[in-house]
């Protein structure tokens, strides 16, 4: 639905976007608000107003707490190749799951809301380590919902713990439909935008249409930008957008997690055929099944978010001398400039040329340029001059 919004909450919206500190990002947004008028129309973006002002109020308290050094808070620092956030409702098993997956020293109880705060493990595949959060439940009246919103917005993926004890899909729509309130989507949207906004420059607005719009033309595009004074900028269109769509990206309000279902405690009930049919019909991201409790399953785990994510492990060599051992992990579709700034920004200036061994390269020692994209376990070699 589109928003509607009167021309001043518009012209406000400029000072959101350009401001930087958290301080001034929620002196912004509570102006915005103060001029956005309540109807239907505007009700996710009040919504969502309200909840990135909450995210940011936490932010803030968590600085001042890391300054002080006292009390525990709700922000994980990344570690390892991908950040997985365990979410579900209460009592599903997630800190079980988390504490066998990783060893971490998680709350077990066999009572709802034992997790209070998140806690962090690593997960090994193979040689590649993956940082797993274990959270306080989800429920719609947690007090903690905000902060536990903020985890999985800032995760890599999401790793979503049902009971398969009880009603699997009711569990499944409960959660889709509090992380969708919150501006996080489960399955990747048909379509999707990208904005990005210059502040200064005379570049205009620019339309790159990679998929198509629906009922919509580019200058549709640049007269909404406008009306939010914005104008340098370069949207990208994927797949099938609308101008709605174009909107939503304006207030960045909505952002795709890739997810994964973990239905626990098939040791006491196995979900039948037709809710797993049911399921996948509503959510098209990999369902595993298994027991915390018993460990089976659990050994796929790994696998199934290392694939999912797309990962891919190379290893880089000096030449003359073995690949190391520890491998650099990238996504899919990266190439060696991807490589090379991941050992240093050097290695990109003083670039002379790599060699590959590994499924990328047509033969052993392959000898390739900046724009070659690597493979899984590609062993490469950078030459550089001087
Ligand atoms: N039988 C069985 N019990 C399990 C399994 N996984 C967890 N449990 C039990 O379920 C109860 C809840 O487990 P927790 O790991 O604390 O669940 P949680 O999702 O972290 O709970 P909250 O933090 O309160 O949301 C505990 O008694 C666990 O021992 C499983 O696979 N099978
Ligand atoms: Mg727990």
Known sequence: ??????????????????????????????????????????????????????????????????????????????????????????????????????????????????????????????????????????????????????????????????????????????????????????????????????????????VTLMGRLIDATSEDIRKLLESYKIYNAHVKIYGEVTLDDVEQAIFENVTYKPSMLFINKTDLSKPNDAVLNELRKKFTGPILTGSAKTGIGLEKIGAEIFQYLELIRIYTKAPNAPPSQKPLVLRKGATIYDVALSIHKDFIEKFQYARVWGKSSKYPGERVGLDHVVEDKDVVEIHIKG
Not at 55 to 61: D, I, K, N, S, T
Not at 102 to 120: I, N, Q, W
Request: charged share 30%.
């Open 1 to 206: 639905m589109p928003t509607n919004l009167p021309a001043e909450a518009k012209a406000k919206w400029i000072k959101v976007m350009e401001a930087k500190t958290p301080e001034e990002k929620i002196a912004a947004i509570e102006e915005f608000l103060s001029s956005v008028p309540k109807h239907k129309g505007t009700e996710n973006l009040r919504h969502w107003a309200s909840r990135r002002l909450a995210e940011l109020r936490e932010e803030l308290e968590q600085k001042k707490r890391r300054k002080t050094g006292g009390g525990a808070t709700f922000f994980v620092e990344k570690e390892g190749s991908a950040q997985i956030c365990v979410i579900g409702l209460p009592n599903t098993g997630k800190s079980l799951l988390v504490n066998k997956l990783t060893g971490a020293k998680t709350v077990v109880a066999d009572y709802e809301f034992s997790t209070t705060f998140p806690v962090p493990g690593m997960l090994r595949y193979e040689d590649v380590l993956l940082q797993l959060v274990d959270t306080p439940p989800l429920s719609p009246g947690s007090r903690v919902l905000s902060k536990i919103i903020g985890l999985a917005r800032n995760a890599d993926a999401l790793l979503i713990v049902i009971d398969a004890t009880k009603d699997v899909l009711e569990q499944f729509t409960i959660i889709k439909e509090i992380l969708e309130e919150e501006g996080i989507l489960l399955t990747k949207p048909r379509g999707r935008v990208v904005l990005e906004t210059y502040r200064s420059g005379k570049s205009g607005i620019r």
